[in-house]
């Protein structure tokens, strides 16, 4: 068995052995993900409360589109690396860090000195409409994950860098140690007599994977990436086109990422309250099992897809995305199946007074699989940085969903179905153009707006 296994994994082009070891190991750094993820989750519940677990995730989101402001630069460093060393041609690779280093920590203060007075200002209580915390605790909460926020922004290039050189599991690893950390203590604070408040959360889940970060950066920049290790004197404004080019269209795309994916909960929590937000959470994060395993097949493929593009390898392109698709077939399956056990893992997972809706299931089912077919296609055009079309396509999603979410969700009374049934439709229409160009591409029929 572990004969045919080493064969297996020794079989064929470089890139497809390197992606395919990657892939082994993120299944089983992604295994345990999950189960840290779901335990996270029926803990904290137990530990918040329904309402406050839906106010934490909803905040954290809000927290989340602050990514956006890298203007795509780790994306742009990523690409940049990957081709760099697809010329062998690394010693510019420090020029890049450096900049994009000294680049994002100016952003990181810019959005401090912008954000920490605006929050002050907010009515937090009415934006999610609740009343169960004051609006000074929520402040200080915001200003928690905030603070953290900002270190793990200026943190990230690391992970740009692994991803680079085609070793996405060490960068899952990298999380897993932070999420694992953060469990173990929220568990221990259920065991204790300490008072169980959202700050005290904040503190511990969005501190620690700050410190996860921190730790690798310590240790590869020591390491395997000394020659890589930022400095000062090698930031050159000179090198910020070349990662700017790619990154202010990646940060368009991030953006309408965010607006079509993590306006969900602000939609829902804005209408509804909270607590529907936990509900929808619990779903989402259900069957983002299978966003989770198809993300671990497809994270090799975006640089590998670079090194073929630049190789000019369109045959290994080709039977590549074959077999990827295939794979999407297969997430229909799976959703099938988490869809027919849903009842049982729900009940089992979290509690018989929370009841989830067999409609919205279906949805979310039909959701994850459509994802994951886009997704296909999506990295195999940023891998190869034509993203015009996709930025154009992923803005105009955008613009229509948080509309489409209200006019389903509240006009139509469909509630929360509704919006994750706008967000369903947002994704098809990004399919579709992205499944054009890549067809256009792979058989040299890309001209123009196709092609960019």
């Not at 839906?54 to 081709?83: C, K, M, P, Q, T």
């Not at 280093?101 to 952003?107: D, G, H, N, R, T």
């Not at 039977?319 to 077939?329: E, H, N, Y």
Request: aromatic fraction near 16%.
């Amino acid at each position: 068995m572990i004969n045919k296994l080493k064969s297996f994994l020794n079989k064929g082009h470089q890139r497809t052995i390197l992606a395919k070891k990657n892939i082994l190991f993120s299944f089983f750094i992604k295994a345990f993900g999950m189960v840290i993820v779901f335990t996270m989750i029926s803990i904290s519940i137990k530990y918040l409360g329904k309402e406050n677990y839906g106010i934490w995730i909803v905040l954290s989101g809000l927290i989340a589109w602050s990514n956006v402001f890298d203007l795509g630069f780790s994306h742009g460093l990523r690409n940049r690396l990957a081709e760099a060393k697809a010329h062998d041609n690394l010693e510019i690779g420090k020029y890049y860090v450096s900049t994009t280093y000294a680049f994002l920590i100016a952003i990181a203060l810019i959005l401090a000195l912008v954000f920490i007075p605006l929050s002050t200002y907010l009515d937090w209580q009415n934006i999610l409409n609740t009343k169960v915390l004051d609006n000074e605790t929520i402040k200080y909460t915001v200003f928690i994950i905030f603070s953290f926020f900002i270190f793990h922004f200026i943190l990230k290039p690391i992970a740009s860098i692994l991803e680079a050189f085609q070793w996405p599991a060490i960068s899952q690893f990298i999380t897993l140690i932070g999420g694992a950390l953060a469990l173990t203590t929220i568990f221990y604070l259920l065991t204790t007599s300490m008072p169980a408040t959202l700050t005290t959360y904040a503190c511990v889940v969005a501190g620690f994977p700050v410190v996860s970060f921190m730790g690798a950066s310590l240790y590869f920049y020591r390491t395997r990436f000394k020659k890589l290790t930022p400095s000062i004197k090698y930031v050159k404004t000179k090198y910020l086109k070349n990662i700017a080019g790619l990154g202010i269209s990646f940060f368009i795309i991030q953006l309408s990422a965010l607006i079509i994916f993590q306006s969900d909960n602000m939609i829902i929590s804005y209408l509804f309250g909270p607590e529907e937000v936990t509900d929808y959470n619990i779903v989402y994060r259900y069957f983002s099992i299978i966003i989770t395993l198809s993300g671990v097949i497809m994270a090799p493929f975006w640089t590998a897809f670079t090194d073929a593009y630049q190789k000019k390898d369109f045959i290994w392109i080709q039977k590549t995305m074959r077999t990827l698709l295939l794979l999407v077939g297969v997430s229909a399956i799976g959703s099938l199946f988490l869809l027919a056990v849903s009842n049982h893992v729900y009940r089992l997972w979290i509690d018989d007074t929370i009841h989830i809706p067999f409609s919205l299931s279906l949805l979310m089912a039909i959701y994850v699989t459509v994802f994951s077919l886009m997704n296909v296609f999506a990295y195999f055009i940023n891998g190869i940085g034509k993203v015009k079309i996709q930025m154009l396509v992923n803005s105009c999603a955008a613009f229509i969903n948080i509309p489409l979410s209200y006019f389903f969700a509240h006009t139509l009374h469909m509630k929360v179905f509704g919006v994750v049934l706008a967000t369903t439709i947002s994704i098809l229409f990004i399919c579709l153009f992205l499944g054009i160009q890549y067809i256009r591409i792979i058989q040299s029929k890309a001209v123009g707006i196709w092609n960019e």
